[in-house]
């Protein structure tokens, strides 16, 4: 079986990985820092990161005959504005220097994700 992306195999491995430690440093580091508010908004974060790297893992593994590689690059994308802009909007307002743009970057990478997800869609119906 030829593996159709490794660009999402090695994504989702890094995404993987960093979502553990971010977790990690969310639970431990982070905790007596922020409100329990924050701490969520941050958990959410590494959530939707760790539940797509484990997706491009999956994306990576697919047969080469189906046309995905707009749906992996998407999600890749998606999931680095989401979880990246979040990560950054509850450290910089915990530590007293929010960075406001990065609100409204938080909802196009979730909006990249369902792109993604819904571009997977087209590629699925067109095997039946």
């Given at each position: 079986m030829e593996?159709?992306?490794?660009?999402?195999?090695?994504?989702?491995?890094?995404?993987?990985?960093?979502?553990?430690?971010?977790?990690?440093?969310?639970?431990?580091?982070?905790?007596?820092?922020?409100?329990?508010?924050?701490?969520?908004?941050?958990?959410?974060?590494?959530?939707?990161?760790?539940?797509?790297?484990?997706?491009?893992?999956?994306l990576g593994l697919m047969p080469a005959q189906l046309d995905i590689r707009g749906a992996i690059n998407i999600i890749i994308i998606g999931v680095f504005l989401f979880s990246f802009s979040i990560y950054g909007l509850t450290l910089s307002t915990t530590f007293k220097k929010k960075i406001k743009i990065l609100g409204p970057i938080t909802p196009i990478g979730g909006l990249c994700m369902v792109i993604g997800w819904v571009m997977l869609l087209i590629q699925f119906i067109k095997l039946l």
């Open positions: 593996i159709v992306n490794t660009t999402a195999l090695i994504a989702g491995s890094i995404y993987g990985a960093l979502a553990i430690i971010l977790g990690a440093f969310g639970a431990h580091a982070l905790k007596k820092h922020m409100t329990a508010e924050r701490l969520e908004s941050f958990e959410v974060g590494v959530k939707y990161q760790m539940y797509h790297a484990i997706f491009l893992v999956v």
